[in-house]
């Protein structure tokens, strides 16, 4: 990497009367693990470097972005940023490293590990998932990754950065067939941690729910159909919160009026049970940073407090729109991507009630343990999710579990209407998409009601049913 004083010359070039310059350098190491029919079918290390430059001028943003990481290469790549951005005067800039209170320890190293001790933990979960039952499984992936990005960060504002990110991951995906039908499991773990997330989440763990679910699911009801209530699991992880209402909660798409929460600060959202949460800082999960990628620390921001909407995620530039902080959200994939206004770990806040009392008072509705893909439209909040695991609930307890069946419904909707939080609380994880950029999240919730929610499943002439929604 570059000294201090190359960068501030860099920055000078790069900003040449414009209103904000920066420069992001990144040092990528990776390892990937792909495990299908029970063979190992690809073990890919690689390394990949380079840096982008941007200048900020009036509403007017240039970036551009180079392999090389040499002085004379960056000072190219600045000077031909600064005329894209169409400014002529040069200022000074001093640099001021940062510092974060944010504690992501590595234990191990992914980099010491043997890559075939990798190889075997994959098998691990493959062979766990596999004996399950050998006849009805009919195939098990398995995917390994692990990441070490090294950053530096720098901008005309006189902030510098340097930061190492350690992230591991694993995932499990079973597919069971019996005649015609044919159901999926999954699982995962990971986090910002090194390889002793294996110790905390055990492969043979992983490998036998995701098998499990797919059996219980061949085997399960055809899910009913039409509006009734739905209790969202803590299991299931806040993809609900994340989808249908954390997007809209980022600033770019509110300024745009992309937002069903467009304009609403301080106006009444949601349940006055509802308090969501984004926190980069929360230890070792796989959201989790000590800074974003603009250099600014993690921080929490609550979004609605008790059903008020009290904030938004913003990067740099969204946040001087507005005359109001950086809230640490600034996030890109690599030194390709500008930076823009993404969740970290994003969750409704634990309330008071046990899961088990919410079951009992709920005589007759649909229990959801896992949230699967779906599609949301920002701008009006309307969703539409799978559930690839479900259950009837009947007369307060916990019956048959049930296949086929989704979610439909709206957002705003959704969070007025939660009349009961619970006091567990359950992660999720993966890779958000926007913009074509895909960053490392992390989502949660207790256990919560939905008193009436549209259930699309089968109906009694056996035809499936359900909305089709936007994606976002």
Not at 73 to 100: G, H, Y
Not at 245 to 254: K, P
Not at 348 to 370: C, F, M, Y
Request: with cysteine; charged share 25%.
């Amino acid at each position: 990497m570059l000294e201090r004083t190359d960068l501030q010359e860099i920055l000078k070039i790069a900003r040449r009367g414009s209103d904000f310059a920066e420069i992001f350098m990144e040092q990528l190491e990776s390892t990937r693990i792909g495990c299908e029919d029970r063979q190992i079918e690809r073990v890919i290390s690689g390394r990949e470097q380079g840096a982008g430059i941007r200048a900020v001028h009036g509403d007017h943003t240039a970036y551009g972005y180079t392999n090389a990481l040499d002085r004379e290469s960056l000072l190219k790549l600045a000077d031909q940023v600064a005329r894209a951005a169409q400014s002529d005067e040069t200022t000074a800039v001093v640099l001021k490293q940062r510092s974060s209170t944010v504690q992501l320890p590595v234990a191990r190293h992914p980099d010491d590990t043997p890559v075939e001790e990798k190889v075997a933990l994959v098998r691990e979960a493959e062979q766990s998932a596999r004996c399950q039952d050998e006849q009805l499984l009919r195939q098990v992936s398995v995917g390994y990754a692990d990441t070490i990005q090294q950053v530096t960060i720098a901008n005309t504002e006189g902030a510098y950065v340097e930061d190492e990110r350690v992230r591991c991951r694993m995932s499990v995906n079973a597919v069971a067939a019996e005649g015609a039908v044919i159901q999926t499991g999954y699982d995962s773990a990971g986090g910002t941690k090194g390889f002793e997330l294996f110790d905390e989440e055990k492969p043979s763990e992983l490998g036998r729910l995701a098998a499990q679910r797919a059996l219980l699911m061949l085997h399960a009801r055809r899910a009913p159909a039409g509006r009734m209530p739905v209790v969202l699991s803590g299991e299931a992880g806040g993809t609900m919160i994340h989808e249908a209402c954390g997007h809209g909660l980022e600033a770019d798409l509110a300024q745009k009026n992309l937002s069903v929460y467009s304009g609403k600060k301080g106006e009444r959202v949601a349940s006055p049970l509802v308090t969501v949460v984004d926190d980069g800082t929360l230890p070792g999960r796989f959201g989790s940073f000590r800074f974003d990628d603009e250099g600014n620390p993690a921080r929490k921001t609550v979004l609605i407090e008790k059903g008020v909407l009290s904030g938004f995620m913003y990067d740099h530039i969204t946040a001087v729109k507005d005359e109001v902080e950086p809230t640490g959200n600034g996030r890109r994939q690599s030194f390709q991507h500008r930076p823009i206004p993404r969740m970290s770990t994003t969750y409704l806040a634990s309330g008071e009630t046990p899961p088990g009392e919410i079951i009992r008072e709920t005589k007759s509705g649909l229990l959801v343990r896992r949230m699967g893909g779906g599609q949301v439209n920002t701008t009006n909040g309307d969703f539409v999710f799978e559930v690839p695991e479900g259950y009837l609930i009947e007369n307060g307890e916990v019956t048959a579990p049930v296949r086929g069946a989704t979610l439909t419904g709206n957002g705003p909707d959704v969070l007025n209407q939660i009349d009961l939080v619970g006091s567990d609380f359950g992660f999720s994880l993966g890779v958000c998409g926007k913009e074509g950029q895909g960053v490392p999240v992390s989502d949660a919730q207790p256990t919560i009601r939905i008193p009436s929610l549209t259930v699309g499943g089968i109906i009694e002439d056996g035809a499936s049913t359900g909305e089709e929604g936007d994606e976002d």
